[in-house]
């Protein structure tokens, strides 16, 4: 494919987007041209090489300050007045109801601006943001300038619990295509967009790099010892993990648990820990590079992440793939890939006792069983979360709709659930 492809999200590289940049890496191995666009910058907190990597061949829209986009706006009214005050106006309509407010909505229309111009100086055919929350936003008010056409990445559980407050239906109805990562993540679309959209929304699986799936399985570790690898988010249930680990203490079981990440509810974590008295079984990392977050899952005999909310985790997928069970919830799309008692354990999200439960089988499991366990889970994951085959998907859809549609002089009209007064 000779058309570039930009890649959008706000912010990039970031540490939790890790598989962001190997979706990014496989697509160009499949020989796409990738440009990389972030709306904010979050350097400081890389800590991966790979990450840090990424950080120059990453245009910044708001790296040039309010002047930038000052620059960008007075370029497109001056060239484009029509089309600029056209699709101020649907910028203003979309946040009505939004959960952003209307000068939020403005940043939008000037980060588009700016976009608007790169994209042409970079002959970009076709944009794919990931997350249809902002970055998709900026994508859309782009297009509607005439600006390339745009697709997006929707993960859950963010865009699904404010489908409206985002305009989800109508960025789907706008988008030349829509990838969900998991059934789950396509039957909630199904139930907020039209029949008439459902064509266009593909399920494209998150994967895991060919080292994950080709290295030789290293054998469980008799110790009791369970990670749980992830942002420090309510919505992750690392609350009621630590509420789990001191009903084990009380049970006298012997166990350490290492929470390997960082986010807003650290400092409550840590004083948990210190109300629990868990100390002496329970430590937190912060954020750790690919290798060493690799070494601490196999250095566990089990994962667990109790969320009470996901789309379908990468890491999950990655300690299957290295032969380590993973004990997590009846939630989105979760279930798709761990099936409890095969390959480990699934319980009930918000349940504590439940969770202790599957947290003492694979404490005391045999080292055998969960081998077998993470045998059967490594299976899984080679045969529906591979990198390489998930992203020719990708480039396949990019192939139909970016070669073989000319790039259109005119916007998207918008859908029957989001009119203007007039078309633009």
Not at 4 to 31: C, D, M
Not at 73 to 88: A, D, N
Not at 134 to 142: F, M, Y
Request: contains cysteine; hydrophobic residues 45%.
């Amino acid at each position: 494919m000779s058309q570039t492809i930009a890649y959008l999200i706000n912010q990039y590289p970031k540490v939790s987007h890790s598989f962001i940049r190997r979706e990014i890496a496989a697509l160009e191995a499949h020989g796409l041209q990738i440009r990389r666009f972030a709306i904010r910058a979050c350097h400081a907190e890389l800590v991966d090489p790979a990450d840090q990597d990424e950080v120059s061949r990453t245009q910044t829209v708001l790296g040039n300050g309010a002047l930038g986009l000052l620059v960008g706006l007075f370029r497109v009214v001056s060239k484009q007045p029509v089309r600029f005050l056209q699709t101020l106006r649907l910028a203003l309509k979309l946040s009505q109801g939004a959960e952003r407010s209307v000068l939020h909505h403005l940043a939008y229309f000037a980060e588009a601006c700016v976009l608007l111009d790169w994209f042409a100086q970079a002959e970009v055919a076709h944009v794919h943001a990931h997350f249809g929350t902002n970055s998709t936003t900026v994508a859309l008010l782009c297009n509607a300038l005439g600006g390339p056409p745009y697709s997006f990445t929707v993960h859950g559980p963010e865009e699904f619990d404010k489908v409206k407050a985002i305009s989800l239906p109508e960025k789907v109805a706008r988008a030349a295509f829509v990838i969900a990562v998991s059934n789950f993540g396509r039957s909630q679309l199904y139930r907020w967009c039209p029949l008439l959209d459902w064509s266009k929304i593909h399920i494209v699986h998150c994967g895991v790099d060919s080292e994950f799936l080709t290295s030789a399985l290293v054998p469980v570790p008799i110790e009791p010892h369970l990670v749980c690898v992830g942002r420090l988010c309510p919505e992750k249930g690392q609350l009621l993990l630590l509420d789990a680990a001191s009903r084990l203490v009380e049970q006298d079981l012997p166990f350490k648990l290492t929470f390997v990440g960082d986010g807003p509810l650290r400092n409550e974590l840590e004083a948990l820990i210190n109300r629990l008295k868990l100390q002496n079984h329970v430590e937190i990392t912060g954020w750790a590079g690919g290798d060493r977050v690799r070494q601490t899952i196999l250095a566990a005999r089990c994962l667990v992440l109790p969320s009470f909310a996901e789309g379908l985790p990468v890491v999950i997928m990655e300690a299957l793939a290295l032969g380590r069970p993973v004990i997590s919830t009846y939630v989105a799309g979760i279930p798709e890939l761990v099936e409890s008692e095969v390959c480990g354990w699934l319980v009930p999200p918000g349940s504590v006792e439940d969770l202790v439960v599957a947290m003492r089988k694979a404490l005391q499991a045999p080292v055998e069983k969960l081998e077998q366990m993470g045998h059967i889970g490594a299976e899984r994951v080679a045969s529906n979360h591979n990198s390489s085959i998930e992203s020719s998907k990708l480039a396949a859809l990019f192939q139909l709709y970016v070669e073989q549609l000319p790039m259109p002089q005119t916007v998207n009209a918008p859908s029957k659930h989001f009119r203007l007064e007039q078309p633009i």
